[in-house]
């Protein structure tokens, strides 16, 4: 049964870290690649959202894969 479970564990935890790659992309990156400085304010508060999303995204998966069973 454990290992089921940490299968279902890492594959959680991988989709975890997919969304917070997913949210630097669309979030921080892509606006700068698009060329979207018109408001930089409303750019800056974007990004930092995202990116503070993401670190909180990858961190619960962290978190999550330190619950793996030996």
């Known amino acids: 049964m454990s290992l089921i479970h940490n ?3 890492k594959l959680t935890a ?3 870290n997919g969304l917070a790659i997913a949210f630097i ?5 892509a606006p700068v690649l698009a060329g979207g ?4 304010a409303i750019y800056v508060a974007q990004a930092a ?5 993401a670190f909180a995204l990858h ?3 962290r ?3 330190g619950r793996l069973l030996p």
């Open 14 to 16: 991988t989709f975890l």
């Open 7 to 9: 299968e279902r564990t």
């Open 37 to 40: 400085f018109r408001n930089p």
């Open 59 to 61: 961190f619960e998966a």
């Open 25 to 29: 992309a669309v979030g921080a990156l």
């Open 49 to 53: 959202v995202c990116l503070v999303t």
């Open 63 to 65: 978190k999550l894969l």
